[in-house]
């Protein structure tokens, strides 16, 4: 199956009107990570490394001129919904994904053993 791709716009109103900027959200497997896209600069980054069909989620950052808009929670739910649309687990090494994982139960089923 093709990764998901989604093109959104960011609504929360705690956020500046400049980030309410286009976002869209990829896999970009060559590089081995998941990344949301602010115009054309890259703002967050979830890396992984995909093992025998899981895929472990070892960081992820958002870069500091990104941060406060709550891009690592879309980011994971994006990543997380990728891993279930290819019937793949997760296994979250990062202690972001790993607490997301946690506070969002309906992803439970995709960690792996």
């Given at each position: ?7 959104g ?5 705690r ?9 869209s959200?990829s896999?970009?497997s060559?590089?081995r990570?998941?990344?949301v ?5 890259v703002?967050?980054h979830?890396?992984y490394?995909?093992k025998d069909g899981?895929?472990?989620?070892t960081?992820?950052?958002v ?8 891009l690592?929670s ?7 919904d ?16 790993a607490?997301?994982i946690?506070?969002h ?9």
């Open positions: 199956r093709p990764p998901l791709r989604y093109d716009r960011i609504t929360s109103s956020i500046d009107s400049h980030a309410m900027d286009d976002l959200f896999n970009n060559a590089a990570r998941y990344e896209q602010r115009g054309a600069a703002a967050a979830a890396d490394e995909l899981v895929v472990v989620l960081h992820t950052e870069l500091p001129a990104h941060e406060g808009m709550g690592a879309k980011l994971a739910k994006f990543a997380l990728d891993a279930r649309q290819r019937g793949l687990k997760v296994t979250p090494q990062c202690e972001f994904m607490t997301y946690s506070r139960p309906e992803y439970s089923a995709l960690l792996g053993a």
